[in-house]
């Protein structure tokens, strides 16, 4: 395929070139304290939390919205850092080959939808995942980057064109348009709000400034576009590594869970999660997931929903144009 080779090498160039011209000279310290008042709020209005957009009932009456989502990663973290080990490689490898399958039998069991975020090479490298995903039909695609990149150390016109063109494999790829879109690391460039309002996605989903879904607002604008929130507590990455120095046995973080989804549940909001397989994917982790899927499914009027479908419910109940 010509666009992902020539998006690929060209990719590999930057991170190289990038890698060579660092200088081991110390920076200038920049005094913030010396800031004009105009300089804060230049930065902080770049993304802002908008308007509240949490309904006064979810459908059929529910109480809270239950949103599942998988960052189908794979072997593309691996080169988050210059050239991976091929013993990185195969433990991404064990998100397309084992993890996905077990991921979505424990939800076909229960019948529930998830939204599933793929960087566009991680699908190129194992295209079989979209037939297991599909299933369940009620699962959504959505747009995760072109390689898990790190988009603030990407030229802006690089951004826009791997941006544009992981939507448009994802597409190819699944017959299916994505309409969401989760940034790499939950990390916004100085270009990427122009660039998701260019490429006009429904909603977005890496910011953290609330619990509740919200109205991003861009450069002081209200910008048409859902934010469904996510947040590191409710991540398995960095709570799951057992190579990391904030390792949590699963059993532990499934109380952290619940005691999460209770005060949602109380509040009326929403509850979102964000998982990946090769992570939760195994065995002992499977067994949590589960089991927090049980104890959601205990409780009344609870909406298991997909981040499109919470978005698309939320903007029409706020008559967001």
Same mark, same amino acid.
Request: glycine share 4%; net charge negative.
């Given at each position: 395929?010509?666009?992902?080779?020539?998006?690929?090498?060209?990719?590999?160039?930057?991170?190289?070139?990038?890698?060579?011209?660092?200088?081991?000279?110390?920076?200038?310290?920049?005094?913030?304290?010396?800031?004009?008042?105009?300089?804060?709020?230049?930065?902080?209005?770049?993304?802002?939390?908008?308007? +509240?957009?949490?309904?006064?009932?979810?459908?059929?009456?529910?109480?809270?919205?239950?949103?599942?989502?998988?960052?189908?990663?794979?072997?593309?973290?691996?080169?988050?850092?210059?050239?991976?080990?091929?013993? +990185?490689?195969?433990?991404?490898?064990?998100?397309?080959?084992?993890?996905?399958?077990?991921?979505?039998?424990?939800?076909?069991?229960?019948?529930?939808?998830?939204?599933?975020?793929?960087?566009?090479?991680?699908?190129?490298?194992?295209?079989?995942?979209?037939?297991?995903?599909?299933?369940?039909?009620?699962?959504?695609?959505?747009?995760?980057?072109?390689?898990?990149?790190?988009?603030?150390?990407?030229?802006?016109?690089?951004?826009?064109?791997?941006?544009?063109?992981?939507?448009?494999?994802?597409?190819?790829?699944?017959?299916?348009?994505?309409?969401?879109?989760?940034?790499?690391?939950?990390?916004?460039?100085?270009?990427?709000?122009? @660039?998701?309002?260019?490429?006009?996605?429904?909603?977005?989903?890496?910011?953290?400034?609330?619990?509740?879904?919200?109205?991003?607002?861009?450069?002081?604008?209200?910008?048409? @576009?859902?934010?469904?929130?996510?947040?590191?507590?409710?991540?398995?990455?960095?709570?799951?590594?057992?190579?990391?120095?904030?390792?949590?046995?699963?059993?532990?973080?499934?109380?952290?869970?619940?005691?999460?989804? +209770?005060?949602?549940? +109380?509040?009326?909001?929403?509850?979102?999660?964000?998982?990946?397989?090769?992570?939760?994917?195994?065995?002992?982790?499977?067994?949590?997931?589960?089991?927090?899927?049980?104890?959601?499914?205990?409780?009344?009027?609870?909406?298991?929903?997909?981040?499109?479908?919470?978005?698309?419910?939320?903007?029409?109940?706020?008559?967001?144009?």
């Amino acid at each position: 395929m010509k666009v992902f080779t020539s998006l690929f090498l060209s990719l590999l160039l930057f991170s190289c070139d990038y890698n060579t011209q660092q200088v081991a000279t110390e920076e200038p310290v920049d005094q913030k304290w010396t800031w004009e008042t105009e300089r804060f709020e230049k930065a902080v209005n770049q993304v802002r939390a908008g308007r +509240d957009l949490t309904p006064k009932t979810w459908p059929n009456g529910a109480k809270v919205a239950v949103l599942l989502s998988f960052d189908v990663d794979n072997e593309t973290v691996a080169w988050w850092d210059g050239e991976p080990t091929i013993s +990185d490689l195969s433990r991404g490898e064990y998100g397309s080959r084992v993890a996905l399958r077990r991921v979505v039998d424990l939800l076909e069991k229960h019948n529930v939808p998830a939204s599933f975020f793929i960087p566009a090479l991680s699908l190129h490298l194992a295209p079989q995942m979209a037939d297991e995903i599909k299933r369940l039909p009620r699962h959504e695609f959505a747009v995760h980057g072109w390689i898990h990149e790190r988009n603030t150390r990407v030229p802006a016109d690089k951004e826009r064109e791997m941006v544009i063109n992981a939507k448009k494999m994802l597409t190819e790829l699944t017959g299916e348009t994505p309409v969401g879109y989760r940034a790499p690391s939950w990390n916004f460039s100085a270009a990427t709000p122009a @660039i998701i309002q260019e490429v006009g996605f429904l909603y977005e989903s890496s910011m953290m400034s609330d619990d509740r879904p919200y109205e991003l607002v861009i450069n002081g604008k209200p910008s048409g @576009i859902v934010e469904l929130p996510v947040e590191w507590i409710l991540d398995d990455a960095p709570l799951l590594n057992p190579r990391g120095n904030n390792y949590a046995n699963p059993r532990e973080l499934l109380e952290v869970l619940k005691d999460e989804f +209770d005060v949602a549940y +109380d509040e009326g909001t929403m509850f979102l999660m964000t998982m990946h397989p090769h992570i939760s994917g195994h065995r002992s982790r499977i067994v949590a997931l589960e089991e927090l899927i049980r104890y959601i499914q205990s409780k009344d009027k609870v909406w298991f929903a997909t981040h499109q479908e919470a978005a698309e419910y939320v903007k029409a109940q706020a008559g967001l144009q």
